[in-house]
C-alpha cells in the first residue's frame, strides 16, 4: 500500500542552524501539507502546497520557514534558523486532488521528531 | 475560524469495556467533515473514522462508531470492547467542505484524549 515517507526520523539541530526536513508524498497525489505537533499538545497546521506554490499558511509559518518540491516526488520544509521552540514533531501529510464532491484523505507521514538544543 | 474542543484529557478503561471520548468543534460552515484519528506510542497518526456532516446516520467503523449531533456541535467517539492496542492518543479533527462535499483546507484539531486500556 503506499505511504508516505519521511526522513529523519529525528533530527538533533544546535539552536541558529538550517535543517531540512524531507519527505516524499504518495506518487500520484496533488496536494502536500506540513502539520507540527509539540511534545504533549495537538497537532498545528502550517502550510498547504498546491501546483509548486503554497495554497494556505498558518501564522505559524513565519519568514523562518519555506517548502519545495523540489523535484517530482520531494517535498521539503525548511527553517532558517532554528529556536528552541521549534522542537517538535512535524508531520507530512498528502492527497489525491481535490474535487470529486468527497473527502480527499489526507495520508499522513510518520513524523520527524526535531529536537533543537 | 474553526476550534476543536476535546476536553478529556485522559481517560482509561478495561479491557473489553466500552469507552466514549467527547468532542465538541465551533464553526460557521455548514458542510463539513469531521474526524477521529488515533496516535499510538508510534506517533503515526491513523484515521480511525469520519462523518459527513450532511449524513444524520451516525459512522461505524467495526467496534468504533460515533455520536453525532450537529445542531449541538458535538462529536463523540464510542470504543466498544476495547483492546490492549487501543492505547493511544485520540484526536477529534474537522475540515470544511463546499455545497458538493468537495474537503478543502487544513485539518484542525483538538488537544487530544490520552488513552489507556488496562488488561
Known amino acids: 500500500e503506499p505511504e508516505v515517507t519521511q526522513t529523519p526520523s529525528h533530527q538533533v539541530t544546535q539552536m541558529g542552524q538550517e535543517v531540512i526536513l524531507r519527505c516524499v508524498p504518495i506518487?500520484?497525489?496533488?496536494?502536500f501539507y506540513w502539520y507540527r505537533q509539540i511534545l504533549g499538545q495537538k497537532v498545528e497546521f502550517l502550510v498547504s502546497f498546491y501546483n509548486n506554490e503554497i495554497s494556505e499558511k498558518s501564522e505559524i509559518f513565519d519568514d523562518q520557514f519555506s517548502v519545495e518540491r523540489p523535484d517530482g516526488s520531494n517535498f521539503t520544509l525548511k527553517i532558517r534558523s532554528t529556536k528552541l521552540e521549534d522542537s517538535a514533531m512535524y508531520f507530512c501529510?498528502?492527497?489525491?486532488?481535490?474535487?470529486?464532491?468527497?473527502?480527499?484523505?489526507?495520508?499522513f507521514g510518520p513524523g520527524t521528531r526535531l529536537t533543537v538544543l | 475560524a474553526q476550534t476543536v474542543t476535546q476536553s478529556q484529557p485522559e481517560m482509561s478503561v478495561q479491557e473489553a469495556e466500552t469507552v466514549t471520548l467527547s468532542c465538541t468543534y465551533d464553526?460557521?460552515?455548514?458542510?463539513?467533515?469531521l474526524f477521529w484519528y488515533k496516535q499510538p506510542p508510534s506517533r503515526q497518526m491513523i484515521l480511525v473514522i469520519r462523518q459527513e456532516a450532511y449524513k444524520q446516520q451516525n459512522a461505524t467503523e467495526n467496534r468504533f462508531s460515533v455520536n453525532f449531533q450537529k445542531a449541538a456541535k458535538s462529536f463523540s467517539l464510542k470504543i466498544s470492547d476495547s483492546q490492549l492496542g487501543d492505547t493511544a492518543m485520540y484526536f477529534c479533527?474537522?475540515?470544511?467542505?463546499?455545497?458538493?462535499?468537495?474537503?478543502?483546507?487544513?485539518?484542525?484539531f483538538g488537544q487530544g484524549t490520552i488513552l489507556t486500556v488496562h488488561p
Open positions: 506518487s500520484n497525489h496533488l496536494y
Open positions: 479533527a474537522f475540515i470544511p467542505s463546499n455545497a458538493g462535499g468537495t474537503s478543502y483546507g487544513k485539518l484542525t
Open positions: 501529510a498528502s492527497s489525491e486532488s481535490v474535487g470529486g464532491g468527497t473527502y480527499n484523505e489526507q495520508f
Open positions: 464553526t460557521s460552515e455548514n458542510n463539513y467533515y
